[in-house]
């Protein structure tokens, strides 16, 4: 799909994923506490669900706590664990206003009960949604995805209800947490750090890749559109060659 933006064409990418990354040195600069960098990130992120609908994006899919950053401090994971709470409680009514469907993907076991069921009312009261899908990564791994989708494979090959031929790249994606939803067309990563971290690597095989100095509590519409405007420059060529 093709917007015109600030008088310029753009095409605009069906997926947008982010790791959200830089809260801590954000809070640092201003010697606060690291937790207030995640709280101002949070609310960064409610707006940025907007803007991304506004612009025309149809899902977003965004990194809010890997599998490995219960490494962390004791207060650290629980004061993220309590803005995640706050914010998807108080996220109910307006994604149903706003006809946002909202998803979490990664282990839901591993989290507290209580967050657990918000989850899942959330989940269902934006089931029919047809506006944005906006998924939410909360004790999320890559490899752990996969782990636990390779083990739901093999309880079906071993109850006889899959044959091993059967399994296909199409069988492997539909058993991910992300099942149903297309590929990230753009992956965002914030606080220029270069790396992956564990997000998203079976979805990520031809995602084209934006870096941006920017720490995440300062990213905007305007940051967004920047980003966009490169991934218009890029020629995506899916292991091709470029029609001349
Ligand atoms: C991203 O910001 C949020 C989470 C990983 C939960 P960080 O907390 O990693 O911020 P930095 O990288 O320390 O600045
Ligand atoms: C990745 O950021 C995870 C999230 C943004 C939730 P990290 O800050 O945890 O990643 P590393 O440790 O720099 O690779
Ligand atoms: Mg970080």
């Known amino acids: 799909m093709t917007r015109v933006i600030d008088g310029e064409e753009l095409n605009i990418p069906e997926h947008v994923a982010i790791i ?4 801590g040195r954000w809070a640092k600069k201003r010697m606060m506490p690291r937790g207030m960098g995640h709280k101002k990130g949070a609310d960064v992120v409610e707006q940025l669900c907007e803007d991304a609908d506004d612009l025309g994006i149809r899902y977003l899919t965004v990194y809010a706590f890997s599998t490995e ?3 962390r ?8 664990m309590n803005i995640l709470r706050k914010h998807l409680l108080g ?8 006809n946002m469907r909202v998803r979490v993907i990664g282990d839901k076991s591993g989290l507290a009960e209580d967050l657990q069921d918000t989850i899942r009312t959330l989940e269902e009261k934006t ?3 047809t506006g944005l899908t906006f998924t939410i990564a909360i004790n999320y791994g890559g490899r752990d995805e996969l782990t636990r989708a390779a083990r739901k ?12 031929e059967e399994i296909d790249e199409a069988r492997i994606s539909d058993s991910l947490d992300t099942a149903g939803v297309p590929d990230p067309d753009l ?14 690597i079976w979805q990520l095989a031809y995602t084209e890749f934006y870096f941006t100095d920017c720490l995440w509590p300062d990213f905007n519409k305007e940051e967004l559109i920047r980003a966009i405007r490169y991934f218009n420059g890029r020629e995506r060529r899916f292991g091709g060659v470029k029609n001349v």
């Open 127 to 129: 089931a029919h949604c």
């Open 73 to 80: 401090s004791e207060e650290e994971v629980s004061g993220i």
């Open 91 to 98: 996220s109910i009514d307006r994604s149903v206003k706003n």
């Open 153 to 164: 494979l093999a309880q079906l090959a071993a109850s006889g209800e899959l044959k091993p």
């Open 187 to 200: 992956l965002i990563r914030t606080s220029g750090e270069m790396r992956i971290s564990n997000y998203m």
């Open 69 to 71: 950053n219960w490494k």
């Open 20 to 23: 959200m990354d830089g809260n």
